[in-house]
């Protein structure tokens, strides 16, 4: 059939028309939704209006006149109790790390009378953060609950109470009250109002779990000197038991397993929640048992969530730590936790040098949450600018072309002369899954200037190498890796000097060998 122009016209004004008629229909709804004007009604500013419908990262938001429906509700709510358990990942995991630690340290036999020493040092069997492979530890820990306990700080020593959300209660030794000579210390528990006798440096906790740890040199690349001036002096007992003290024993750990890292999914939760239970509620802060009680973990109460809440925590745990390796391994440069401009070398905590993480009065929470995941150890000692006393750490995560370090190639470190380090420099390769000691076919995943059979350049530099096989030549130089593994690496300065400080010596790159 042929239309005619007259047909056409007369089609396209019905269409017109029914278009027209949707379009009233549509405006008469909106129109019956709006809301009249009153006699006292004026004009909302947009900024405060929140439109009927949202497109978010959590999807499609709606409202009736700000109002959320069921759906949205819900869906707020899940976001929410997921936010909070990222939230507490983050923020506490200090506590969560000296827990497992804690439980470590009890499943080798320590207790307030018995400390560990590694008395050939620290090998890779044993899982603890970042540890050294060049002093001799000693590692202990408190329990307040009985009372006030007295430590017997031996001379020489780097040592560090710190309480059980891991936060600074003093130092001993080199760094502490005591200057290095030794010295009686009594650290007290919380609730203690009784007196505190003269001849003691005293040291109040605010929980009733304290983590003591010790470092010992070595004599001419010899643990046995500082093995023996620790079972010689150092003693915890019961300041009740001053006048006649009972001996402290001894466990050598060295090659033994045990874990004292915190778990990485949602069992992270049940690790909090212990020390919720066990310190006083004032131990903490408020805002941070704040977030606790947004996902059930309260004091005197049970931790018993519900299948939502389950998984929901098994999410955050895992975008928790996520989000902590992302800060560990590929900081972001604003952060400031980089040493040198453009280089991948950096600081394993605040960059300002405070041990409480402050920036300009503002606490860089990636800093601590960096410092937590890889590391233990909170005292100014660490990071406050000590020539001569105390150490730092440079840790890089990614090579000179910035790729992530892999077991399966082979690196070269280039150290420049005159490394500035009064008492010993060192380099620790260790594993990214567990942050502790690379486990290979060598006893200790390290070298430095404690080494045997390192070689020197003739210039006074030092060459490093780093890989899965031994390069010709460079056996005393070389830290083996593992192919299909990744690492991270860790140079230390003990006793560090001013050059350091003043970045006239920088470590070179990792450059990977082709």
């Known amino acids: 059939m042929k239309l005619q122009s007259g047909d056409i016209i007369r089609i396209l004004s019905r269409i017109n028309l029914t278009i027209l008629t949707l379009a009233l229909l549509v405006i008469g709804v909106t129109l019956a939704q709006d809301a009249p004007k009153m006699k006292m009604t004026t004009e909302t500013p947009p900024d405060l209006v929140t439109p009927n419908k949202i497109d978010t990262r959590i999807g499609e938001l709606k409202f009736f006149d700000g109002n959320p429906d069921k759906e949205t509700v819900q869906k707020v709510y899940d976001y929410l109790d997921f936010q909070r358990g990222v939230d507490v990942f983050l923020n506490a995991m200090p506590g969560a790390s000296l827990y497992a ?73 080199n760094a502490g009250p005591d200057k290095g000579k030794g010295g009686k210390f009594l650290v007290v528990p919380p609730d203690y109002k009784g007196e505190i006798p003269a001849g003691y440096f005293v040291a109040k906790s605010r929980t009733y779990g304290v983590w003591l740890i010790s470092r010992g040199f070595l004599v001419n690349k010899d643990p046995k000197p500082a093995v023996e001036s620790f079972k010689k002096n150092m003693r915890i007992y019961p300041l009740s038991q001053a006048a006649n003290p009972p001996e402290t024993n001894f466990i050598n750990a060295s090659g033994k397993y045990f874990n004292t890292i915190h778990s990485s999914n949602e069992k992270f939760y049940e690790e909090v ?127 000179s072309d910035k790729n992530p370090l892999n077991g399966g190639k082979s690196y070269k470190l280039h150290l420049p002369p005159n490394v500035p380090a009064k008492t010993f420099w060192s380099v620790v390769v260790y594993d990214t899954q567990t942050r502790s000691e690379l486990q290979t076919d060598a006893q200790f995943p390290s070298l430095g200037s404690q080494s045997g059979d390192i070689k020197k350049n003739a210039d006074g530099s030092y060459d490093v190498y780093f890989g899965p096989a031994t390069p010709a030549g460079q056996a005393g130089n070389w830290v083996q890796t593992v192919p299909g593994k990744a690492w991270w690496v860790i140079l230390r300065l003990y006793g560090p000097l001013e050059p350091w400080f003043q970045k006239t010596w920088q470590p070179g790159e990792i450059e990977l060998i082709k």
């Open 273 to 399: 929640n212990a020390i919720v239970q066990e310190e006083p509620t004032e131990a903490q802060d408020p805002e941070l048992l704040g977030q606790l009680l947004g996902i059930g973990i309260a004091k005197g109460k049970p931790f018993v969530p519900d299948e939502r809440m389950k998984k929901i925590l098994h999410d955050a745990a895992a975008v928790g730590n996520a989000t902590s390796r992302a800060i560990e391994f590929s900081s972001r440069e604003q952060g400031g936790a980089y040493y040198y401009p453009g280089k991948s070398w950096y600081s394993p905590s605040n960059p300002d040098g405070s041990y409480l993480w402050l920036q300009d009065g503002a606490r860089n929470l990636d800093a601590r949450t960096m410092m937590f995941f890889g590391y233990t150890g909170v005292t100014p000692a660490m990071f406050m600018k000590m020539v001569g006393i105390g150490s730092q750490y440079a840790v890089a995560s990614i090579d």
């Open 101 to 173: 630690m804690r439980e470590g340290l009890r499943s080798v036999g320590v207790n307030n009378h018995t400390v560990v020493v590694f008395e050939t040092l620290m090998d890779s069997k044993s899982l603890f953060l970042t540890p050294n492979t060049d002093t001799v530890y000693l590692v202990g820990w408190l329990d307040l609950k009985e009372g006030p306990l007295v430590v017997e700080s031996p001379p020489n020593t780097l040592g560090i109470l710190d309480d059980f959300w891991f936060r600074y209660v003093t130092d001993m030794g």
